[in-house]
């Protein structure tokens, strides 16, 4: 009877301190901190502000889920949805979404680029975030008459939270 609950007790102490055989430790990942995706969203909304844009902005993390949106008094209704998809585009691909829009053009082969996944907006003014060697997100600006001047304000976006600004 002793020799039962001994038994049981030292099966109990193996099975609870053992470690799997094949334990790894858990990967280190970069994020971008809420904080400074806002810092990174008014600085952009600012740029376009001081030219007389009214524009969207919106930031996504690596994983594509939207930390903030912001829409300037004036800006269309469409402007949200076209920032968003920006900054996904660019999160998700790792690239910038202009540079995908003439890649697709000059290379007919990827224009299923455009129907991989309807989160995607392939126009210019999508930005991945990199910071370091670590792609943590995207910028998407959107409303401006042209990609090259939605570009423009995620650039200043980058530039305030000290992200690799793509040439």
Do not use: W
Not at 37 to 42: E, K
Not at 76 to 95: D, E
Not at 97 to 112: D, K, V
Request: proline share 5%.
């Amino acid at each position: 009877m002793v020799f039962n609950r001994i038994s049981k007790a030292a099966l109990l102490l193996v099975l609870f301190s053992a470690q799997p055989a094949c334990s790894e430790p858990l990967p280190k990942i970069s994020y971008l901190p809420t904080g400074k995706a806002l810092t990174a969203a008014r600085a952009a909304l600012d740029a376009c502000a001081a030219n007389g844009l009214a524009v969207s902005v919106a930031i996504v993390a690596r994983q594509g889920a939207t930390i903030v949106l912001l829409r300037a008094d004036g800006a269309g209704p469409h402007t949200t949805g076209s920032a968003t998809g920006k900054a996904f585009t660019a999160a998700s691909l790792g690239r910038d979404s202009g540079a995908l829009a003439s890649a697709i053009t000059s290379n007919p082969e990827l224009a299923g680029l455009r129907d991989m996944d309807s989160r995607l907006v392939i126009l210019g003014g999508g930005l991945p975030i990199r910071v370091g060697n670590s792609l943590v997100g995207g910028i998407g600006v959107g409303g401006a008459p042209s990609s090259s001047q939605d570009r423009q304000c995620a650039i200043a976006g980058l530039q305030a939270i000290e992200a690799e600004v793509p040439d």
